[in-house]
């Protein structure tokens, strides 16, 4: 492994591991419903991390003072800073593309109907009300304890910030290991489904498994490729959850207008649905470009690196 330093052999040695013997295996179950007690480790996860980052904050280890802040610079993490830089508009954007992300959630609605039993639309309304809610207030929570404990330096992945030498941090990377571990296999599904489904049609079984190795050995190496995740998920968000959310429903909506221009009502849904493109698109460039100055190049935004 010539120049690959040893840390890198290790984290490459990780994926390849976690991605052969966790996540395929589940990628290749045939039913969503199989997944379910993934779910709920995930969230069992989420849930560790949310009541770590708010004991943290409570217990001062990382203030000035505190048992872990001398760490942080002795291994050159970035140390807590408030009232240094002032409120940047450009970060704000940044959030925004990152908080984005929750727009993937509507690939599931389809898989998630089918799989629900009694299925009415009352119970599926309030089954992704509360899915919705308990996850706005858990990712609220390690949002917010995060950010009041690190201030300005606080980084994409939050867990990044604290010290290694925390042993509940060092439990709670596991918990973030488990949630993804336990979602990754839903998401993935729903995206080879759709993707088999928009360009080949209904498949057999196995082609549906060839796609799902061909996928998960693209996951793997954009995985081994990119090792900065908050940069990943601002892009992410920016690129693919605008169009999801704003550009592609737009263009339907301008398309339907179109062939029915002598209707009133579908003049002002064309009207609507020209906003909401070029709104969608501007918020696809912005975001964009700040999430790479951000990451790649903080100097221009005048950031720190």
Same mark, same amino acid.
């Given at each position: 492994? =010539?120049g690959v330093?040893? $840390?890198?052999? !290790?984290? *490459? ?5 976690l ?5 395929l ?9 199989? !997944?379910?007690?993934c779910? $709920?480790?995930?969230v ?16 001062? *280890?990382?203030?000035p003072?505190?048992t ?11 140390m807590?800073?408030?009232?240094q ?11 925004l *593309? $990152? ?16 799989g629900l039993?009694n299925?009415?639309?009352?119970r599926?309304? !309030? ?5 919705f809610?308990?996850?706005f ?14 201030g ?11 010290s ?14 488990l ?10 599904s ?9 360009v ?12 799902t ?8 190496l954009?995985?081994?490729?990119c090792d900065?995740?908050g &940069?990943?998920?601002? /892009?992410?968000g ?5 169009? $999801? ?10 398309n ?7 209707e ?8 609507? =649905? ?7 698109t501007?918020?696809? &460039? &912005?975001g964009?470009v700040?999430?790479l100055l951000?990451? /790649?190049?903080?100097?221009?935004l005048?950031? *720190?690196?």
């Amino acid at each position: 492994h =010539g120049g690959v330093p040893p $840390i890198q052999q !290790l984290r *490459s040695l990780c994926l390849g591991s976690l991605a052969l013997c966790v996540l395929l295996p589940l990628a290749l179950q045939r039913s969503l419903t199989a !997944l379910g007690p993934c779910s $709920i480790v995930g969230v069992a996860g989420i849930v560790y991390v949310a009541v770590f980052a708010a004991y943290r904050y409570f217990d001062g *280890s990382y203030a000035p003072g505190g048992t872990f802040y001398g760490d942080l610079k002795a291994v050159h993490k970035p140390m807590p800073s408030f009232d240094q830089y002032g409120m940047k508009w450009t970060g704000c954007l940044v959030f925004l *593309s $990152i908080a984005c992300m929750a727009m993937f959630a509507h690939a599931v609605a389809p898989e998630l109907w089918r799989g629900l039993e009694n299925v009415t639309p009352r119970r599926y309304g !309030l089954h992704c009300a509360l899915g919705f809610g308990v996850s706005f207030l858990l990712i609220g929570a390690v949002t917010v304890f995060g950010f009041i404990t690190f201030g300005g330096t606080t980084q994409g992945l939050i867990l990044n910030n604290y010290s290694t030498s925390d042993a509940l941090a060092t439990i709670a990377r596991g918990g973030v290991l488990l949630s993804l571990s336990g979602s990754f296999p839903i998401v993935f599904s729903i995206t080879r489904n759709s993707i088999l489904e928009w360009v080949w049609g209904k498949v057999s079984q196995r082609a549906t498994d060839i796609a799902t190795l061909v996928l998960m050995a693209v996951v793997v190496l954009v995985a081994l490729l990119c090792d900065n995740l908050g &940069l990943f998920v601002a /892009l992410a968000g920016a690129v693919f959850c605008n169009s $999801i959310a704003y550009i592609i429903p737009a263009l339907l909506m301008i398309n339907h207008a179109k062939k029915n221009e002598a209707e009133c009502t579908n003049r002002l849904e064309l009207s609507v =649905g020209c906003f909401y493109l070029v709104f969608g698109t501007v918020g696809l &460039l &912005l975001g964009t470009v700040l999430s790479l100055l951000t990451y /790649l190049w903080p100097a221009v935004l005048g950031l *720190s690196k």
